[in-house]
């Protein structure tokens, strides 16, 4: 079946430094790649997506290209903030005979220190 | 704030009884989905919902069972609870069900089985 693997945490960093978190899929057909980020207490919330090979998704600084030779959707940003500590799953959308349902990479818990 | 509310946020019960999770969709979607997260498992996919009638099941034990009703709201009904079934219960809905609409997903129900 269809899945996804996100590199392991956590991952710590200092504030302005450059982000990546590596994620990779398995998936028959074309599917639709997403980044969400859990807050600490709160719901998951859409980071970006990207629904076809070369496309880039974005929003708040953070970047991702969904690279169909790779089988890759690998998060980047530039300069962290203390505020981007969570948790970010990577995310694709399976579709199953008109539904859809999405499969998540285990996460990866993001600290960043001041 | 995605739109969608998950009611009650806690519930603390015991081994052997029955409970009802509940959520409303954001305004005009007419896609529900229930998802649980809890430490082993990760995220998983329970059961989606379109417009009142279910669309896909995923790791959806018998003990468990959903509905949407006229009025797009669902409930999750959870019985003969385990202590395995202490986990964060998620529903996210999205306009349509096509795998390139974003879910959006509401803060969780936390269940504790004692």
């Known amino acids: 079946g269809n899945s996804v693997t996100q590199m392991e945490g956590p991952v710590t960093l200092s504030e302005e430094a450059f982000l990546t978190i590596n994620c990779t899929y398995t998936a028959t057909g074309y599917p639709s790649l997403f980044w969400y980020v859990q807050y600490p207490g709160e719901g998951l919330q859409l980071l970006l997506k990207?629904?076809?090979?070369?496309d880039k998704g974005s929003n708040k600084g953070f970047e991702a290209t969904y690279r169909k030779e790779t089988t890759s959707f690998h998060l980047e940003k530039g300069s962290v903030q203390v505020s981007d500590s969570a948790v970010y799953f990577c995310?694709?959308?399976?579709?199953?005979?008109?539904?859809?349902?999405?499969?998540f990479g285990q996460g990866t818990r993001l600290t960043i220190n001041p | 704030d995605s739109g969608v509310t998950q009611t009650p946020k806690h519930l603390i019960t015991a081994t052997g009884q029955r409970v009802t999770l509940r959520c409303s969709p954001r305004s005009g979607d007419l896609s529900v989905y229930w998802y649980q997260q809890s430490l082993d498992q990760g995220l998983q996919f329970l059961i989606q919902?379109?417009?009142?009638?279910?669309?896909a099941k995923g790791n959806i034990l018998e003990r468990f069972s959903a509905q949407q009703f006229p009025d797009l709201h669902s409930e999750l009904n959870l019985s003969s609870l385990e202590l395995g079934d202490s986990a964060l219960y998620f529903c996210?809905?999205?306009?349509?069900?096509?795998?390139?609409?974003?879910?959006?997903f509401g803060d969780g129900t936390r269940l504790s089985i004692l």
């Open positions: 995310a694709l959308s399976d579709a199953l005979q008109g539904a859809q349902k999405l499969v």
């Open positions: 919902y379109y417009n009142g009638e279910e669309r």
């Open positions: 990207a629904t076809k090979a070369d």
């Open positions: 996210a809905s999205s306009v349509g069900g096509t795998s390139n609409q974003p879910q959006h």
